[in-house]
Each structure stands twice: as C-alpha cells, then as structure tokens.
Nanobody, 123 residues
Framework: QVQLVQSGGGLVQPGGTLRLSCSYS????????IGWYRQVPGKEREGILC????????YYADSMKGRFTLSTDGAKHTVSLEMNSLKVEDTAVYYC????????????????WGQGTQVTVSS
C-alpha cells in the first residue's frame, strides 16, 4: 500500500524559507516519480516540480524555478521541498504526489498524494 505522509509547513514572513517533507512507503523511487503541487482554495491545482530517474527534476512554473528545490533521502524514504525567497502568492496547501515511473503531464495528476500541508506567507 502506497502512503505519503507530509510534515512541515506553517507561517513564514515574505522572503523567508520553509521546508516541507514527505515520507513515502510502498514505492521505490527507482520506478516511481515523486513531486509536489499546490492549491489555493477556489483555484486550480498548480504543479511545482517532479523527479524521476528518466527525466531528472522538472519544473512546471518559472516562478518557482530557482526558489524551490527538491531533495531526497533514500535511507529515510523521504523527499523534501525547500522553498526560499517565499512570496505572499506562494500561500497555498502543498501536496506531495507519486506516480508510476513518469511525472504527470501538468504536474498535478498523481496516482497517490499526501494529506496536504498549509503554507502561509504573511508579514
């Protein structure tokens, strides 16, 4: 059974840094793509980035490229999203997702996803 359990998130000031983590079980990153997307209530989901062995790391929005990075810890079965230079418009619920082998086309249609984590950027 695939499980993705998220941690981290919270309130941060504009320009600050925040790290989200996603502990995964039931999958191997040798055969699965894993990534992050976010959603603001009332708006469509937005892909952030995704990683797999074939495509490496791909970003879905230029606004986050260079500010958001993905790291993995295979020993701990964890992937993390480090978010730097946060902006008010980054406020959203963030989700990690996993899909078999390839990253989803738009970065949001994952086969499995975590419970979501609120990130609020505000002064």
């Amino acid at each position: 059974q695939v499980q993705l359990v998220q941690s981290g998130g919270g309130l941060v000031q504009p320009g600050g840094t925040l790290r989200l983590s996603c502990s995964y079980s039931g999958i191997s990153l040798d055969y699965y793509a894993i990534g992050w997307y976010r959603q603001v209530p009332g708006k469509e989901r937005e892909g952030i980035l995704c990683m797999n062995d074939v495509e490496g790391t791909k970003y879905y929005a230029d606004s986050m490229k260079g500010r958001f990075t993905l790291s993995t810890d295979g020993a701990k079965h964890t992937v993390s999203l480090e978010m730097n230079s946060l902006k008010v418009e980054d406020t959203a619920v963030y989700y990690c997702g996993a899909s078999g082998y390839l990253c989803p086309e738009g970065g949001v249609q994952y086969d499995h996803w975590g419970q979501g984590t609120q990130v609020t950027v505000s002064s």
